[in-house]
């Protein structure tokens, strides 16, 4: 893979990853747009790990407090009630949905499931459904209110992810949000449960780029494509939390329906595969 090339799919992935418009869905479209060879599913997880250090960063503080706490608790239960070690719980129980379908399902992401006409329609529904949980959502519980069911609803939302198109953040949000959580505090936990999946699928890409018979895309492309990622996906976080705390999510519906018409109607057309 020409470098380039890469320095545009982490870019991609950095800026896509964190808004609620699918990282994945795009990472197909950049490849069918400009004619490019399709990097695949595990180059995309690989790069995951740029992003994924964004947001260990970004929320450093949060994610030590939480891991300490809940370390503690296990032989301290006078902790156990603090919301630090239940967060520390939650991530747990939120990521165990996406390790389960994604073992299941592993080769029908990797193949079937990577088509823009689902890409298209997945855009377009999930677009719909976050505008609908955004209009209808109460927004009134703060991220201190989240407790063991909305983990596991949230979890299972990050599941659909799995699918190109449907957007982790997206599907996420939208769960916290018809759970009545603020717009913050649905991305906050959003985020927060973003850092065990993206590790786990990071690793698993990053077995099967080192496993790959024909040498996978290189190395040297893997870390252009990374730390492009790292440094946009940090920018993209900062970016959403400051939205999110004065403006709704409708400009990124409005997107996200828009591209999924424009992707249907040029791979109607034949324009685009």
Excluded: C
Excluded at 98 to 125: D, K, P
Excluded at 148 to 177: E, K, W, Y
Excluded at 188 to 217: C, Q, T
Aim: zero cysteines; glycine letters at 10%; a positive charge.
């Amino acid at each position: 893979m020409p470098w380039y090339e890469a320095l545009i799919y982490g870019i991609v992935q950095g800026l896509t990853e964190f808004l609620p418009i699918s990282s994945s869905g795009h990472l197909l479209l950049v490849p069918a747009a400009f004619g490019w060879k399709d990097p695949g599913a595990l180059f995309t997880a690989v790069i995951q790990l740029g992003t994924m250090i964004a947001v260990v960063l970004y929320f450093w503080r949060d994610l030590r407090d939480v891991a300490t706490t809940w370390v503690r608790s296990w032989t301290n239960p006078a902790l156990r009630s603090d919301l630090k070690a239940r967060m520390g719980w939650y991530l747990v129980i939120g990521t165990i949905p996406i390790v389960i379908f994604g073992v299941i399902f592993h080769n029908q992401i990797e193949t079937a499931a990577r088509s823009l006409y689902i890409v298209g329609t997945t855009l377009i529904v999930f677009g719909i459904v976050l505008g609908l949980a955004d209009w209808l959502s109460r927004r009134e519980r703060p991220t201190s209110s989240v407790n063991r069911n909305d983990a596991i609803v949230v979890g299972l939302a990050q599941a659909l992810a799995l699918i190109p198109g449907v957007s982790r953040s997206g599907a996420t949000i939208t769960a916290g949000l018809l759970l009545g959580l603020t717009r913050e505090a649905a991305a906050r936990f959003s985020f927060l449960l973003a850092i065990p999946a993206i590790v786990l699928s990071g690793l698993y890409g990053l077995y099967g780029e080192m496993g790959a018979s024909d040498g996978g895309v290189g190395l040297g492309p893997l870390i252009i494509a990374t730390i492009a990622a790292f440094v946009v996906g940090y920018a993209s976080i900062a970016f959403l939390l400051r939205w999110l705390a004065r403006h709704s999510l409708q400009v990124f519906v409005v997107y996200r329906v828009a591209l999924g018409i424009i992707v249907l109607a040029l791979a109607g057309a034949g324009v685009m595969s």
